[in-house]
């Protein structure tokens, strides 16, 4: 057997296990997934009724909204605070780390133990926060079981969980502005905030690109929050009313407790295609050059 | 002048930063104090618990499988981060260091599952689960993830940077392939599979999504599970105090390991994120 022929079978008895844990662990089940999404719900051929049901399913409009509420609030907002803190932590001579650390510890604790101590913090009778906006003499609020207010509770615990991420991948983009760039801004006798927005911003551009992605991405796929800061206790996941409902509880709740399994991935589908725009989005913006 | 100047500007960063700090952790600092108070000392406001009651944390390993659960957690997250590190780096190391028919395809194949929400992806796994009969295990909470696209992605660009002639030699010393990439390229790419083992295991600490489907039993159970379906309901009514309790217990030993590896973690995860 020739060399090469020896090293191509090396390889794929290196790769067999993994390209059949791909097939049948991540793309049978997308082509499963669609194809449920075309099926009745208690047997039969295609069928094109879980989409049109969808189309009309106020439900399901409420919750793609909620999700674009929660994009567009969540990602600016964790990205500006996170950009703050960096530019802030960068100019201090001491204590960096300890901030650094401190900033950060929300992102890498669990999102459903976080939920509940919000959620603790939200109650409008034990909570702490009505407690605190009374000293201020601001009547008591319900958060959480306030429509109106709900899903603003629910984006300021995701943007207080995530700001730290944003945060240390400012912190990278911003030792990799070339130093002599500031020194020459320095000479120029440029102030501070010319200096920001003339040299620092536009180049932390691939920064700001990866961090809108993956935020849009995640915040897309918002459940656990929600799930848990809403669910329980009488009251069903996305509720009051559902205000805080996004797509992916929609379906959870379609596909675990009503079982309609087939709709369920018909929603799964919208957010799949939702998801690989942004990607394609990405893709493109990330492939343009950005000029140091 | 110039100097005190400077230093009256770094005085009030540092007050700001101390804002946001006290902010930041003050849920932290809430729910530990929470959890020493007694169900009625909710209801008189105050900081600090009336007197330290522990009648929690006796609720919480008496009257409930929370021990269990932390087990199930550590078990499933050791084991998939154990899976992904082998699987991941042997397939980066093969898609990166062999040329043969099929590689580009293959690379390509497995990138564009990263494009698949995991959100689509729990309803058929559910439903195949249940045909072979291993939902509500422990392999079947674990088996989605033993092998990861973005990990095999980072995994290659690492293995990319590795110079063939360190290769070729181990081969003309007569080692095996196998050999090669478990002796030679993986101790090059240290720093890289820590930081992949780092977001791998706190992923999976943390998931929530498919564990909160697959289990149904209360021992099999995974920690955000078992707090979130105790929180929602089979504890009765909301405890307060115990589930403060139990998310101190599953927050703050993640803090001290946080703590102990904080350097490696931040360099960890600021190298996968840029990466990605």
Not at chain 1, 164 to 189: C, H, N, R, T, W
Not at chain 2, 90 to 118: D, E
Request: overall charge positive.
């Amino acid at each position: 057997m020739s060399l090469k022929a020896r090293r191509t079978m090396i390889a794929y008895s290196f790769l067999t296990i993994p390209l059949l844990f791909f097939l049948c662990i991540r793309i049978f089940p997308t082509v499963y997934a669609f194809s449920m999404s075309f099926s009745p719900q208690y047997g039969g051929s295609f069928t094109l009724e879980n989409y049109v049901k969808l189309w009309h399913d106020q439900v399901f409009w409420k919750s793609v909204w909620n999700t674009c509420k929660y994009v567009f609030i969540t990602v600016p907002v964790q990205m500006a605070i996170g950009l703050l803190i960096a530019i802030a932590i960068e100019r201090v001579r001491h204590f960096r780390w300890i901030y650094r650390m401190i900033y950060f510890l929300p992102y890498i604790t669990s999102i459903v133990a976080v939920s509940w101590v919000w959620r603790l913090m939200f109650d409008p009778n034990v909570g702490f926060l009505n407690e605190f906006i009374g000293w201020f003499g601001i009547p008591p609020q319900n958060w959480l079981s306030d429509p109106k207010e709900s899903l603003f509770c629910v984006c300021t615990v995701m943007i207080w969980q995530s700001m730290g991420f944003s945060m240390l991948i400012f912190m990278a983009g911003l030792k990799a502005v070339p130093k002599q760039y500031i020194e020459a801004a320095q000479m120029d006798g440029a102030g501070t905030w010319k200096w920001f927005w003339k040299i620092t911003f536009p180049l932390l551009n691939p920064t700001i690109v990866f961090l809108a992605v993956t935020g849009v991405i995640q915040s897309l796929q918002t459940f656990t929050q929600i799930q848990n800061l809403t669910a329980g206790s009488g009251s069903s996941a996305g509720g009051p009313l559902n205000s805080t409902i996004s797509i992916v509880v929609y379906m959870y709740k379609n596909a675990f407790q009503d079982f309609n399994m087939q709709y369920a991935s018909a929603v799964a589908v919208v957010l799949f295609i939702i998801i690989l725009l942004v990607t394609l989005l990405q893709l493109k913006i990330l492939n343009r050059n950005f000029d140091y | 002048m110039k100097k005190r100047r400077i230093k009256g500007s770094e005085l009030i960063i540092h007050l700001c930063l101390f804002a946001g700090v006290t902010i930041v952790a003050f849920p932290f600092l809430w729910m530990i104090l929470s959890s020493f108070k007694s169900l009625s000392d909710f209801y008189s406001f105050s900081f600090f618990p009336h007197e330290i009651d522990l009648s929690a944390y006796k609720y919480i390993f008496h009257e409930t499988g929370f021990l269990t659960w932390y087990m199930n957690s550590i078990i499933i997250a050791a084991v998939v981060t154990l899976s992904c590190l082998i699987f991941n780096s042997l397939i980066g190391y093969t898609l990166a260091k062999y040329k043969f028919p099929g590689v580009k395809v293959i690379f390509i194949l497995i990138l564009s599952t990263l494009m698949i929400p995991t959100e689509m992806l729990v309803i058929p796994w559910y439903v195949m689960g249940s045909k072979v009969n291993i939902i509500d295990s422990y392999s079947g909470i674990m088996f989605p993830g033993l092998i990861e696209a973005f990990g095999v992605f980072l995994m290659r660009q690492f293995m990319l940077g590795i110079p063939d002639d360190l290769l070729d030699a181990a081969r003309i010393d007569g080692m095996s392939e196998f050999k090669i990439w478990w002796r030679v390229a993986i101790p090059q790419v240290k720093p890289a599979l820590s930081a992949l083992g780092i977001i791998t295991f706190l992923g999976n600490w943390n998931a929530y999504l498919w564990p909160v489907i697959a289990v149904s039993s209360d021992n099999m159970r995974t920690l955000p599970v078992g707090i979130s379906l105790f929180a929602t309901g089979d504890g009765g009514g909301i405890q307060w105090n115990t589930i403060m309790g139990m998310s101190t217990l599953a927050v703050v030993p993640m803090m001290v390991v946080f703590l102990i590896f904080q350097r490696r973690i931040v360099e960890g995860i600021s190298l996968t994120g840029v990466k990605g």
